[in-house]
């Protein structure tokens, strides 16, 4: 019987100690605030590494943008250098002479008779008694 009654006496223990570890993890308040904590951190995690994700997406798209917005500036760059060769070149012979009846060797003088004024001469109102009219 005392062989018996150890080995009672060891299963009884051990069923008692997962029973006190059950009901401490699970019904005891200590054990639901962790848990809820552990999830509210779970799932800060995961938004966190989902915002990465997607500011890596951000940033990789906006950097093909600008790559190709480099390789346009180049080719309107280029467009504009051979063209503007063309298009100077092509008239030789003609120039832009908007002024046709005045002379080429005289050098233009614009001639003043009195500097520009930045007042008027007429009052502007501004301090006028509105009494008085």
């Known amino acids: 019987m005392d062989k018996y009654i150890f080995t009672y006496l060891i299963i009884g223990l051990v069923v008692g ?3 006190g570890f059950i009901f401490m993890n699970i019904i005891s308040p ?3 605030k962790y848990a809820k ?6 799932q800060a995690k995961d938004e966190l590494v989902e915002q990465k994700q997607m500011i890596a997406k951000h940033f990789s798209h906006s950097a093909e943008i600008l790559d ?4 346009e500036f180049r080719r309107l760059y280029q467009h504009m250098a051979e063209n503007s ?5 092509s008239d030789k012979g003609a120039s ?3 002024d046709s009846t005045s002379d080429s060797d005289e050098p233009k003088e614009i001639m003043l008779d009195k500097q520009p004024r930045d007042y008027s001469d007429n009052s502007s109102g501004l301090f006028k008694d509105e009494n008085k009219s």
């Open 85 to 89: 060769t063309q298009f100077i070149h």
């Open 37 to 42: 904590i552990k999830q509210e951190l779970d």
């Open 17 to 19: 100690f997962i029973l």
């Open 30 to 32: 200590k054990a639901r």
């Open 96 to 98: 832009l002479d908007f």
């Open 68 to 71: 190709n917005m480099a390789k």
